[in-house]
């Protein structure tokens, strides 16, 4: 289902250039050292993908390196869950001399992978059109698009907070005995429930999660669940109109999804 912004977020987005989309588009590519890469395989392996097109152009260098810096700082903390992927837009420039351009900008090429897609199979049309340099932040086994910034917005700080929020939300899922979770209704004007079904017995905590990456509320039960069952979830305070996920934990499985609180 798509996702929903509230309006300061979609006025900002719209500044910023940036399409409404909340999905990402698959596509496998040879990077510049003729390494195949599916960009849907690496999401589902809990990676974070940091991905950037450029001309190359004097305009595109400093949110391009805002991009990678962003990337690079989680190398410490996130070893490996943070990819930093450099495309040319059009797929003409060749790889020596997008890779030369990077370099002289300090851009990588350590945490760097350049591609000089070739046949533009790496579409920038499929997020949002041109607009240099663009930079998209994905994350998930939904392929969730976190921030997509074109025209040289050159904020670093919100491709940081992007990767925060994809690393807090997205990256640690893991299925183990969740068979399946929903939350409705989407959007709510107030409080929502989560549906879900087991396939074993676990107890379960649930975490709402807000846009910045700041759990909101968090619910623990003693009891063990399996099965089907439905969790009504109300909020004490009422949570301003925007964009929220919802983490289900139990002993052994991690499943995140969004929803809306639209007022």
């Known amino acids: 289902m798509k996702q929903m912004f509230t309006t300061t977020v979609l006025v900002l987005l719209t500044f910023l250039g940036v399409k409404a ?8 590519a040879n ?12 999401l589902n392996n809990g990676k974070v993908v940091v991905l950037n097109w450029v001309m190359p152009c004097s305009s595109c260098i400093s949110d391009s390196k805002a991009a990678y810096d ?3 700082s989680f190398a410490t903390s996130h070893p490996g869950k943070v990819l930093y992927w450099l495309s040319d837009d059009a797929g003409n420039t060749s790889c020596s001399s997008l890779n030369s351009w990077a370099s002289t900008n300090s851009i990588g090429p350590n945490g760097m992978t350049s591609f000089g ?3 533009n199979t790496i579409n920038e049309a499929n997020y949002g059109g041109s607009g240099m340099p663009h930079v998209v932040v994905i994350a998930g086994t ?3 698009i976190y921030l997509n910034i074109r025209n040289g ?14 690393l807090t939300t997205a990256v640690n899922d893991v299925q183990g005995n969740i068979a399946s979770i929903s939350v409705f209704p989407n959007p709510s004007k107030g409080g929502i429930s989560l549906k879900f079904n087991l396939n074993d017995a676990s ?3 649930v975490d709402i999660i807000d846009a910045t990456g700041k759990t909101v509320k968090n619910m623990n039960f003693s009891e063990k669940f399996s099965g089907d069952h439905t969790l009504p979830i109300s909020f004490e305070n009422q949570l301003p109109t925007g ?3 919802l983490r289900l934990k139990t002993d052994n499985a991690s499943r995140t999804i969004n929803f809306t609180i639209a007022n």
């Open 243 to 245: 964009n929220y996920f």
């Open 21 to 28: 989309q909340t999905t990402a588009t698959d596509f496998t």
């Open 142 to 144: 939904d392929h969730h």
């Open 117 to 119: 897609n070739i046949g």
């Open 70 to 72: 962003a990337a690079q």
């Open 31 to 42: 990077d510049c050292n003729s390494v195949s890469h599916n960009l849907f395989t690496e």
């Open 203 to 205: 107890k379960v905590s």
């Open 153 to 166: 917005a050159n904020d670093g700080a919100a491709i940081t907070a992007a990767i925060n929020q994809a």
